[in-house]
């Protein structure tokens, strides 16, 4: 009697035979594919010979087919032979899909696959010797219980060790999308092992095994048909559509007759062949990636529309565009983007590009008409832009007029080697227009490319010798080469950068290479020269820097650095030290520092600024920051256990660290992890931010702020910025730079300047701090014109972890207590630099006030007694008068009347007035509350009658 369920499993599994066959043909008709593909197709092709077997070994085992016991166990073990194989090969193809390195190794290739195919030969030896172990003597199982379980061993050890795998790769990746990818890669062999298990153990056959892989089968080929399809209509170098994708783009317009919506823009790229033959066929590649970017940013991405590469240099799109104005300004922002794209790819050149557009007409016409069209006005503009020789104008810089890198890089090695010939020694000198893209950004790129000229034309008149060659190489770069003495050469230098800045507002950087006789390695002379330029860095007086050992010390210790940062990191190596900042109205320190210290056990103690702005350029400061950040979490979680006060620390953020939003949430799982209130930690950053990003430090502000940190503006005054751009930024604090002290005891003009930061800090409401403080008369200056907060090593140097720790034990008084820095920043927010008797709100409306009033603050204790917390020298000169011997007969009625004062007007919003007399002498007192807790402050100002 036919067993009808056997039948159907066997149909079933026939079925999905075919299925799987028609994939494995298609699959092959793939003639370049990859080692998955080559292993997907190994699977494929095992599961078809798999279900093959259990197909005609399901006929056998339930007499459909009449055969011999014989044929029946041969089915038998071929079934394990097969599993095995598909076990293998399986786990080849999740390893390949997971790029692991073993895939490439032969050696390691034939170890995995070594316990399938020893479990294979067991497999025939127990048949042949001891059948009795495999077969049951009747019944139609396949095999005996016992035998079952070496059927399913290897599938089961193989798909253990890929969950091993997979969820070990997911566990490392946890942080990006990729681990999600790691773990769909498991779904295959789990799901055959135990759709598999499944199988066996039911004692009615259902071909589960067969409908699932054929299921994940079906799936897998069809995903990866999809990438295809899609990966044959993108452009390999730009990632544009190819042109097919674009003829069908345009037949989908033509039959919504809608054709009159739209542009079509034709753009050629000018010189591509010179680029070629001159710096290769990468940095030709790379321009045509600038272009695509730039195409796809400008004209696609917020467009109805679409843009291809039609083939080498050309491009064309089909954009909706109201009018012949807005096409134009399109394609100028596209001549915009692929100068930065230029600039971020560090390509020697910006591409030229001509550009031709129409307007569609309404009905259908062939596209090569269209583009005909587009091709003549294209045509036009290059005569228009007087390219005509395209090989000309490929050596000459539009802008300036004067030759260009491609000229240089031509010419300069003959003309370098005609110099040596003759017996004289060049120069290189990489001008650099320090400020440049702060300049574009601010009055935009007219106005950048006006500037590059009048810096072209006090170049060019001031170098203008017959041997001298003077071009623009790059972006904000310009190059001479020149025989003139070193000496007559720097001095040259100096008036040009002179020049330069008092034209505009810009600076001016020299990077000067001397070449040695015979030297004619141009490409390795441009980039001494600008090793030299770079080693300047953001010195606002170093104008130029010779190429020497000490230049190249400065690029060893880069090189040391990079190579060794994340080691010295996590070998603590590179640790956090803490310096005091003191409140200048009580002397406390109010809060630390956090400073990176980086101690090499051979090279000893690296300064910041030999480790800090090479992290910056390579994009490694946030680790730096983060572990800095980190440390002063510990810290102070530490401080807290040991029941210890917690100290505010304030931890610097690079600009680099800013430019991303996710800067904040990396901050805030840090200080969540440790359970250390916002309030107790400051973030400071540089002011160079404001130029290089505004709009992002901005909304990193705003982040902060929600958070509950103050965010602090480090080293004003070292940049470019100014006191006009702090309106647009709501800092808490600003750092006031240290050079700003430099000379102060000699020149009263650092007196001036600084008085008038604090004052303008004041009326804008942020706090200020001078770092640098050196000597007492410094800081007494700061404390007379009410600078918050000093920091420098007169207060003390930075303190290591330890030492702070002892710091809080054996000086506790010396900290200000967190609940009092309300109160005194109430305090603090009195400008004394105006008549600060008038309320907080009034005095930035008394703009040109005496800025020599006698002023003091007064702290009221609950027992009745003062004491004085600000005393000006103002103050000081009224009282006096010249008569120290009157001084203390009027203390103790002066202070009785200070104290009837300060009773009349504590917790007023207005201040109140009197007449004090003494010695014949008229003083007129002016009092106002400011702020209470615990204890009550007032601020006096005196004035004597008839003065």
């Known amino acids: 009697m036919i067993n009808d369920r056997a039948l159907a499993y066997s149909i079933a599994e026939l079925v999905c035979i075919a299925f799987l066959t028609l994939l494995l043909s298609s699959s092959k008709k793939i003639k370049r594919y990859t080692l998955q593909q080559q292993w997907f197709n190994a699977t494929l092709t095992c599961q078809i010979l798999y279900l093959a077997g259990d197909s005609i070994n399901t006929l056998f085992l339930n007499q459909i087919i009449p055969v011999s016991r014989i044929l029946t166990n041969f089915m038998s073990i071929y079934l394990t032979l097969a599993m095995n194989a598909l076990s293998f090969v399986t786990f080849m193809y999740v390893a390949s899909k997971m790029e692991l390195p073993l895939i490439h190794d032969r050696k390691k290739v034939r170890l995995i696959a070594l316990p399938p195919v020893a479990l294979s030969f067991f497999d025939m030896l127990v048949a042949l010797a001891a059948p009795q172990i495999v077969f049951p003597n009747s019944g139609n199982q396949n095999f005996t219980d016992f035998f079952s379980l070496v059927f399913l061993a290897m599938p089961t050890i193989y798909t253990v060790t890929v969950l091993i795998l997979t969820f070990s790769q997911a566990f490392i990746n946890r942080h990006k999308r990729i681990s999600r990818y790691y773990l769909a890669l498991t779904v295959y062999p789990l799901l055959m092992t135990t759709c598999g298990v499944i199988e066996v153990m039911l004692s009615q056959r259902v071909a589960i095994y067969a409908y699932s892989v054929t299921f994940y089968f079906a799936f897998a080929y069809f995903y990866q048909l999809n990438y295809a399809i899609k990966d044959a209509t993108i452009d390999s170098l730009t990632g544009l559509r190819n042109r097919e994708n674009f003829k069908e783009y345009l037949d989908s317009i033509w039959r919504a007759e809608a054709g009159s919506q739209y542009y079509l823009f034709m753009i050629d790229m000018n010189g591509l062949k010179s680029v070629n033959d001159v710096y290769g066929h990468v940095e030709g590649d790379k321009a045509i990636k600038a272009i695509g970017k730039a195409m796809d940013e400008v004209l696609e991405v917020g467009n109805e529309g679409l843009v291809c590469r039609y083939g080498g240099d050309e491009f064309i799109a089909i954009i909706k565009v109201d009018s012949d104005q807005e096409a134009a300004k399109l394609v100028q922002l596209t001549r915009e983007r692929i100068a930065h794209y230029a600039q971020e790819e560090y390509l020697q050149s910006t591409p030229q590009i001509a550009a031709g557009y129409i307007h569609m007409p309404r009905e259908k016409q062939p596209l090569e008409k269209l583009l005909k069209q587009a091709d003549s006005k294209m045509y036009a503009e290059k005569q228009s832009m007087k390219t005509g020789d395209r090989a000309a104008n490929f050596f000459t810089d539009e802008i300036t007029g004067l030759p260009n890198a491609n000229y240089f890089h031509n010419f300069a090695g003959k003309y370098l080697k005609k110099l040596s010939k003759e017996g004289k020694q060049a120069s290189i000198v990489l001008f650099n227009v320090a400020g440049m893209h702060a300049f574009n950004d601010q009055f935009g790129y007219k106005k950048g490319d006006e500037l590059l000229r009048k810096v072209s034309q006090i170049l060019h008149e001031n ?108 070998d603590g190596e590179i640790s956090a030290y803490f310096q005091p900042v003191i409140r200048s109205l009580t002397g406390q320190v109010h809060s630390f520092e956090a400073l990176a210290r980086w101690e090499d056990p051979e090279r000893g103690l690296i300064p910041p600024d030999q480790f800090i702005s090479t992290l910056e350029r390579a994009r490694l400061i946030q680790l730096l920051d983060l572990a800095i950040f980190e440390q002063a979490c510990q810290l102070q979680d530490r401080l807290k256990q040991a029941g210890l006060p917690i100290p505010v620390i304030s931890v610097n953020l690079s600009p680099v660290d800013l430019q991303s939003r996710g800067i904040v949430d990396e901050v805030e799982k840090i200080r969540q992890k440790y359970d250390i209130p916002a309030k107790y930690l400051k973030i400071e950053v540089l002011e160079s931010i404001i130029k290089e990003a505004p709009d992002q430090l901005n909304a990193v502000i705003a982040a902060f702020h929600q958070a509950g940190y103050e965010v602090w503006m480090d080293d004003f005054g070292s940049g470019y910025s100014s006191l006009n751009n702090l309106k647009d930024f709501d800092f808490d604090l600003m750092k006031i730079d240290m050079e700003f002290l430099k000379g102060f005891t000699e020149n009263s003009q650092s007196k001036i300047i600084i008085s008038e930061i604090v004052d303008m800090a004041k009326r804008l409401g942020i706090a200020t701090l001078c770092e640098g403080i050196e000597n007492q008369q410094q800081a007494d200056f700061l404390q007379e014109i009410g600078c918050q907060f000093q920091q420098g090593y007169l207060f003390g140097k930075s303190l290591t972890p330890e030492q702070l720790e002892n710091f809080l034990t054996e000086n506790l008084d010396q900290l200000e207590k967190i609940d009092l820095d309300d109160y005194y920043n109430q305090i603090d927010q009195v400008n004394v630099l105006t008549n600060p008797i008038h309320k907080q709100a009034d005095q930035k409306q008394s703009l040109g006030e005496n800025t020599d009033v006698p002023i003091a603050v007064l702290e009221l204790a609950a027992d009745g007694q003062f004491t004085y917390l600000y005393f000006n020298h103002a103050l000081k000169r009224l009282i006096l008068s010249g008569n120290q011997e009157k001084v203390t007969d009027m203390e103790s009625g002066f202070n009785a009347f200070l104290l009837q004062l300060m009773r009349r007007c504590q917790g007023q919003t207005d201040p109140v007035s009197a007449e004090f007399t003494f010695a014949n002498a008229i003083y007129t007192i002016r009092m106002r509350w400011l702020a209470k807790q615990k204890k009550n402050a007032f601020i006096f100002s005196a004035a004597k009658h008839g003065e």
């Open 463 to 570: 170098f203008h010798e017959s041997e001298d060659v003077l071009l623009r190489y790059t972006e904000d770069n310009f190059l001479l080469v020149t025989t003139r003495p070193i000496k007559p050469l720097l001095a040259r230098i100096k008036k040009v950068a002179g020049d330069v800045s008092q034209a505009e507002s810009v600076g001016l950087k020299a990077g000067i290479y001397q070449l040695d006789k015979g030297q004619i390695d141009v490409i390795a002379a441009v980039d001494l020269a600008k090793r030299a330029m770079q080693s300047i860095g953001k010195s606002r007086q170093q104008i130029y820097a010779i190429y020497g050992p000490e230049v190249q010390a400065i690029y060893d210790r880069q090189d040391f650095v990079l190579l060794n940062f994340k080691k010295a990191l996590q």
